[in-house]
């Protein structure tokens, strides 16, 4: 049971170039997320997905897009990334809504932009 | 805005002294709060979920309380081990979607 995974693990990328983290669970959760997590800012929302085809924005959106046309897959793009994208990034997912369902978190990307 | 907050920073402890985790939050319309622990340069493991009812939950050595009205949960771990070392963060649920509000966390030293 690989449960929740995140491709690449490490990424070293240039200012403006375009790249996607990848996201993939087995679980068949319906709610899926992805954070940020900084040195002084603590794990931070960028986007969530309720099921295929739904999803919308967290506390810091700006210069990301994400899409979920499967139900397990939930990709995260930079644009055109800059130096402040530099972080980590964990994906995570939920069996379904509400105060019962806990999150659970993959490995996480350690994105750097030079 | 929620603000969730963790006093102390960091904590070292002898080994099989209990150990005493504060999470604090501003805002008591929570859906439910979440203990995650983090190793270094790991993900995040689920420890405890408090629903927004409940006032405690427990799993083996560990225990969580939740006191909403005081915005306030404290995360037990009794008699601590080395294995016990990591990065503790307690999240809140913010809305019924399931986003989370993270605490910056406690960094916790077991020493033999």
């Known amino acids: 049971d690989a449960g929740i995974t995140q491709s690449p693990r490490y990424k070293i990328t240039e200012t403006g170039r375009q790249v996607t983290l990848m996201c993939h669970q087995t679980w068949s959760h319906s709610y899926m997320f992805w954070y940020r997590q900084d040195l002084g800012h603590g794990l931070r929302l960028i986007y969530y997905?309720?099921?295929?085809?739904?999803?919308d924005k967290g506390e810091v959106p700006d210069g990301y897009v994400v899409s979920r046309s499967k139900t397990e897959n939930f990709p995260l793009t930079l644009e055109s990334a800059t130096r402040s994208q530099t972080s980590v990034y964990f994906c995570?997912?939920?069996?379904?809504?509400?105060?019962?369902?806990?999150?659970?978190f993959g490995p996480g990307t350690r994105l750097t932009v030079t | 805005k929620q603000e969730v907050t963790q006093i102390p920073a960091a904590l070292s402890v002898p080994e099989g002294e209990n150990l005493v985790l504060n999470c604090s939050f501003t805002d008591s319309a929570i859906y439910n709060l979440q203990w995650f622990r983090q190793d270094p340069g790991k993900g995040l493991t689920s420890l405890l979920l408090i629903q927004s009812s409940q006032r405690e939950q427990t799993s083996g050595r560990l225990n969580a309380s939740l006191d909403k009205s005081s915005g306030r949960s404290t995360l037990y771990i009794a008699a601590s081990q080395p294995g016990d070392s990591a990065t503790y963060l307690c999240a809140v649920g913010t809305d019924s979607w399931g986003k989370l509000q993270f605490g910056a966390g406690t960094q916790v030293v077991v020493t033999p």
């Open positions: 997905s309720a099921a295929a085809d739904i999803t």
């Open positions: 995570a997912s939920s069996e379904s809504w509400g105060s019962s369902y806990e999150q659970y």
